[in-house]
């Protein structure tokens, strides 16, 4: 008896939850548990079980996991549709972290402002069965309707910290950029310059309040000027006004502002750092790139993203403050 040619077009079996198990070594009772995060899995075999799961690219059936289990496994993600850099950092952070803990995400972007339109939003992802709801809240008015709303599944906002406490999760906005400030008071810079991001968004009034905090403190008056929005483009406009302030040094709300007044300063004839230090906020991968090389306040978003999965799914409290950290570069120098 002969056998046929081979199709080489036949698509290959996907893995299995039995080919996963003899690959770890492990039974396939223990990999059901390790896609269920079951806690009575040791450290070191779950490990073992997702390592195998990487090399045979397996994929669970996620449809027939909820039937069983009245689980979805799935975390949802409501969001402004805003593709500035920190709520999208944040996003991925999420979906990275949820991904490690065997959940799916559903991002949901609400174009609007207003309770219906994020009432919409909410009943969208509870229709889809989510099991916990993270809210990246980075505009004040989208704050304030998610505290006056209950969707009936576990919710986690993920935003700077308010004065009314209303917020689970954040990186610490105004400590970074007293630290961003004082690294140019240090430097013996006392005629600072901040400026700010759009009045509306919970991320550019704590950075103002950090800024004039740690200025008030060295006995100076903070000066600020406004940008119309995040973008390099609006650095550029206000530039002009930051040059007529005789200041010698500015702190920009974040790296895109600062990459407009990198380019305003080129056009203009003033030379970075040795007449104008600046200093950024988020360090984007781009930072390093900038000339001069952009000294900024580095966000950790991965971090917050694990916290905020971490609170969804465990109910962990008292998750240590995420601290912004401060990236010296070339962009700044000491008088």
Known sequence: MTSG???ATKPKRAASVFDVARAAGVSHQTVSRVLNDHSSVRPATRQKVLTAMGELNYRPNLAARALS???SRTLGVLSTASGEYGPSSSII???EAARTRGYTTIVEQTDGLDVASIEEALGNLASL???GIVAVAPQTPLLEVLGNMTSGIPFVTLQTWTSDGGVDLAEDQLEGARVATAHLLDLGHVDVVHLAGPGDW???TSRLRGFRLEMESRGLTPRHVDARDWSPEAGYAAAATIFESNATAVFCANDQTALGVL??????GVSVPEQLSVVGFDDIPEAAHFWPPLTTVRQHFAATGAQCVARLLD???GAPDVLPELIVRASTRRL
């Open 129 to 131: 069965n989510v099991e």
């Open 5 to 7: 040619p081979v199709d």
């Open 315 to 317: 109910g962990a409290q």
């Open 263 to 268: 380019h305003a300063a080129h056009d203009a």
């Open 93 to 95: 952070a999420i979906t």
């Open 202 to 204: 919970i991320d550019a």
């Open 69 to 71: 289990s009245k689980r």
